[in-house]
């Protein structure tokens, strides 16, 4: 008979918990012939989709397969070791969560959150949270209007006029996912107010998103309660996970919008900075692309190129 099947939603290493999709869950080592690969290859992580089957002595379970990996979220070992920690894997998409007011949106912080997204290979949603506060639509609409253009998906939510928040709930629906944003802009309000269920557990996502963590604790993947299908993933700061490993020349391919321009560049390496004839720069003086986006661009340019220089 085969196994089943089932995501692993804890463990750091050792005995990992893996939750079927009807709810049961089972604490699972690896096969030893798993663990063989292991040390050479994939180290298993929250998020994987596994197989488990019962032990042969019929005492517990153990993880025969792992399925192939889609993206993973992965940072710098503790200590500034160079080499990587999976920390989660598979996560279909990251709410990259703000305030249009009380605290102010800072432009040039979306845009790194974007980056980081984009760099991991993560798929983002801008929620812009707190609209009621706004003076009128138009403000909201001026923040969104360059994120929309460049191809994200962008949510307007009010936790206490209830605005957007069906379209939240179907956007988490099914999947897994990542929330990040910086304190006070409501992530917990936000997601307390559609999994009412979640109450206290949601303190550890945004203890953990705001501060990250740096000792040594994994990720997590938190069940959407009162039944709903998903997952919330509880991990360290994406701030954390950074952009790290991505080269200065990659940065372009982050800017989604910039896409079209790409190719078409006086000089193939193109950083679209000071170099003559440049297609991202010319789209800018014609309007087509945004400004306070292709400034973000410019000052995380100069991160990147900066880490190369002393690397
Ligand atoms: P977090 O740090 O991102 O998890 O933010 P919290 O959920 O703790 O919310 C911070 C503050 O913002 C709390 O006082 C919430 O009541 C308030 N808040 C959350 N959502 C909204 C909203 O849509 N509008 C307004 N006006 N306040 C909100
Ligand atoms: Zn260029």
Known sequence: MSGHQGIVVEGTG??????????TQVNAALAGRLKQEERSKIKLAVGDHVTVEPEETGQGWRITEIATRGNVLARREPGGRYGERVLAA???????VFAIAKPEPHIRMIDRFLVVCESNELKPH????????????????????????AGYPVHRTSVPRGDGLEELRSVLHGKVTAVTGPSGVGKSSLLNRLHPGLNLRIGEISESVNKGRHTT??????PLPDGADGYLVDTPGLREVGMWGLPSGALDLCFPEFGPYLGECKFQDCAHDIEPSCAVRAALSKGVLNRGRYESYIKLLGELQDSEKTR
Do not use: F
């Open 14 to 23: 050792g005995v990992w918990l893996v939750r079927a999709t009807d709810g």
């Open 90 to 96: 598979n996560i279909d998409q990251v709410l990259v």
């Open 126 to 149: 801008l929620v812009i949270n707190k609209v009621e506060l706004a003076e009128s639509e138009s403000v909201v609409d001026a923040l969104a209007k360059p994120y929309e253009m």
């Open 217 to 222: 604790v994994g990720a997590k993947l938190i």
